[in-house]
Nanobody, 123 residues
């Protein structure tokens, strides 16, 4: 199982950025997918999740209304559209995957992790 994240970069506060994650080596359509982030000196935290068919999404309160998670099972890809970015969104963003039934969208116990992509928001 491999997850490859991309799309990070430097953006001004108030700007937008889209990060993506491509999966290989497993049945993507059977996996719940999520984005986590870790800022310097802080613990890794859940950002957003999407169920295996895209029918359910879940967001941390800190990003709700600003971030949108989506997936394309035909391309084995999950995206995170980030709008109205704030300085405190600066972190390394990780995509993650785990097996889940279609009606379950967990925030924990993710098994497969990508390498992370840096998002830096200038104040």
């Amino acid at each position: 199982v491999q997850l490859q994240a991309s799309g990070g970069g430097l953006v001004q506060a108030g700007g937008s950025l889209r990060i993506s994650c491509v999966a290989s080596g497993r049945s993507f359509s059977r996996s719940a997918m999520a984005w986590f982030r870790q800022a310097p000196g802080k613990e890794r935290e859940f950002v957003a999740g999407i169920s295996r068919n895209g029918g359910m999404t879940d967001y941390a309160d800190s990003v709700k209304g600003r971030f949108t998670i989506s997936r394309d099972n035909s391309k084995k890809t999950v995206h995170l559209q980030m709008n109205s970015l704030k300085y405190e969104d600066t972190a390394v963003y990780y995509c993650a995957a785990r097996d889940a039934i279609i009606t379950h969208l967990p925030r924990e116990n993710y098994v497969y992790w990508g390498q992370g992509t840096q998002v830096t928001v200038a104040p």
